[in-house]
């Protein structure tokens, strides 16, 4: 069905029954919730419907006292004690947007990415979103997420702080909510009984596969592992080097695998830790690394230069992350996790949970995306 059709059956439906669901819609026509969303936005945006929770009614028509709220039935358990969700309601005589809490570790390097993804899939269904910061403090991600229940947010998204939600305040705090709850860039196999979530998360086990298949595809047959000590992130990305050297036939060796760094200690401890890797890598004739993250992989550039080491020629790098890659001196190819689709993805998953109709719940997701390769100077050419 071409857009200007279904948006005039969207009208169509809304003139006859003075309300419009954007889930009986989509499931009767076989498209998706976000294609009816943005059907919405662009009426809303002439004027001709005003876009409320879960749909639409006429414009300046206020939603009926007592409407029960789209967001009701969605299939969530309500952990025992749990008060029942209460929904924003109506402002100044109309239903409000839905609101998505988005509690991450920070807003800058990687996670800015995840949250333009968020803002992005916001603006295109017709959602308001509210970001929180934990600064990595599990207290602080705490605190936060007591005050958007407390504000009555429709749903959250959370990256926790921590490498695990299991035998956490904050898993104790999830669990209290009545609320669509999607885990970003987070493992939650360890706690999935615990509680209904849904997740989003990059593949980096796939990720560091995909380095590693690169490089052995140049050529190298020893390659090295430089990753971050306690980065939720080092877990799948030693699992995924591991898992390619085995299928490669090559051999893995531990003494190969290097850990640095933490979030307390001072630029120069780095420096010195990332020296004492690169040492050893030369002295065990390595010819490749694959480096978490992009900023410590730059670091390592510099020490590399000042002791002469050509890349690629003497030792290949890929970095991880793909932040800041494509500024070293030398270009760095990299990994380059999907953020931005994460935070869209997380977005759309907590209002499919809202939009869901009463009564009848949908199954819970975890959804995994591949990272993509992104080839550079830094690992030379076939």
């Not at 959370?158 to 493992?187: C, G, K, Y």
């Not at 290097?258 to 990332?274: D, I, M, N, T, V």
């Not at 690169?278 to 065990?284: P, R, S, Y």
Request: glycine fraction near 8%; aromatic fraction near 4%.
């Amino acid at each position: 069905m071409l857009t200007d059709d279904r948006r005039a059956l969207i009208l169509r439906e809304l003139h006859r029954k003075g309300s419009f669901s954007v889930a009986d819609f989509a499931a009767h026509l076989g498209v998706s919730g976000m294609t009816v969303r943005r059907d919405l936005a662009a009426l809303e945006a002439e004027n001709l419907l005003q876009r409320v929770h879960g749909g639409a009614i006429p414009v300046q028509v206020a939603a009926p006292a007592g409407r029960q709220h789209a967001g009701a039935g969605t299939g969530l358990r309500r952990m025992p004690g749990a008060a029942p969700h209460a929904p924003q309601g109506a402002r100044g005589g109309r239903m409000a947007v839905p609101t998505i809490g988005l509690v991450m570790p920070n807003a800058r390097y990687y996670f800015a990415t995840v949250v333009r993804g968020a803002e992005a899939a916001a603006r295109d269904m017709g959602a308001r979103l509210v970001l929180a910061v934990s600064n990595y403090s599990q207290l602080e991600e705490e605190r936060q997420i007591e005050r958007l229940l407390a504000n009555k947010v429709d749903g959250l998204i959370v990256t926790f702080s921590a490498e695990s939600l299991a035998n956490s305040r904050t898993l104790e705090l999830l669990a209290s909510a009545d609320i669509p709850i999607v885990v970003a860039e987070r493992p939650i196999d360890d706690v999935r009984d615990d509680l209904l979530l849904e997740s989003v998360r990059s593949d980096h086990v796939r990720g560091a596969e995909v380095a590693v298949n690169h490089l052995i595809g140049l050529g190298h047959t020893r390659i090295a592992l430089c990753t971050r000590r306690n980065s939720p992130t080092t877990a799948g990305v030693r699992s995924g080097y591991r898992r390619a050297l085995e299928r490669a036939g090559l051999p893995w060796n531990p003494g190969d695998e290097h850990s640095f760094g933490s979030k307390q200690e001072e630029p120069e401890s780095l420096r010195a830790e990332l020296e004492e890797a690169l040492e050893k890598i030369m002295a065990g004739e390595l010819t490749a690394v694959l480096l978490l993250n992009d900023q410590d992989a730059l670091t390592f550039v510099d020490s590399c230069q000042s002791r002469g080491i050509s890349i690629p020629e003497d030792l290949a790098i890929v970095a991880y992350d793909d932040e800041v890659a494509s500024m070293g001196a030398v270009p760095l190819t990299a990994i380059a996790p999907p953020k931005f689709d994460v935070g869209y993805q997380a977005l759309q998953m907590c209002l499919d949970r809202l939009d869901s109709p009463a009564g009848k719940p949908t199954a819970l997701r975890q959804v995994s995306l591949s990272p993509a390769l992104v080839v550079r100077e830094s690992s030379g050419h076939p």
